[in-house]
């Protein structure tokens, strides 16, 4: 087999080599066919926001937020995955707000703040049943990193009504597979 030029690598993993975050081999997901390296917990001390790429959109460091805290796995997570995997909890948003939002976000400053931006990029709060105050969207799947990238901000011109009798139930829809 031929060896591939550092040109030919994805623009990501060239990122994360030049950074020289520590990387699992359990951590390595795929964004349109190119294997891409989502960082460890390994390199937690470090402020996430200096070691995420400049281009992670919101959605794609809400993911990596999600996974470090999964990876952490401690008694009482501030931020987690509800058991289906579809939707995301803030179990307590001031531990939220003064110990992972400056770590992920430079911009954003106040849980309303965070809101609004899932809000515009089209995520939808679940407002009754188990699942009651957390937050889905179709495309934001765990374990499905390469989803996140077609996570697109909605225009309010093009946002549908939101319609809670309407709400999905994902603990009747079947599990997601590992891919």
């Known amino acids: ?9 994805s623009h990501k993993t060239a990122i994360f080599e030049e950074r020289n975050v520590k990387m699992d081999s359990t951590q390595r997901t795929k964004v349109r066919g190119t294997p891409v390296n989502v960082p460890s917990v390994a390199g937690r001390n470090q402020k996430a926001k200096e070691r995420l790429p400049n281009n992670y959109s919101f959605p794609q460091r809400l993911f990596v937020i999600l996974d470090e805290e999964e990876a952490v796995q401690k008694p009482n997570p501030v931020i987690s995955w509800l058991p289906h995997g579809r939707a995301f909890m803030i179990n307590d948003p001031n531990a939220f707000t003064e110990t992972i939002m400056p770590n992920y976000f430079s911009n954003i400053k106040k849980l309303s703040a965070f809101r609004r931006q899932l809000n515009i990029n089209g995520f939808r709060q679940l407002t009754k049943g188990a699942d009651s105050g957390a937050y889905y969207h179709e495309l934001f799947l765990q374990g499905r990193f390469h989803l996140s990238r077609g996570i697109t901000k909605v225009k309010n011109k093009n946002k549908p009504k939101f319609d809670a009798s309407s709400e999905p139930n994902f603990y009747k829809m079947p599990p997601i597979e590992e891919e």
Request: hydrophobic letters at 10%.
């Open 1 to 9: 087999p031929r060896k591939r030029s550092k040109s030919q690598f």
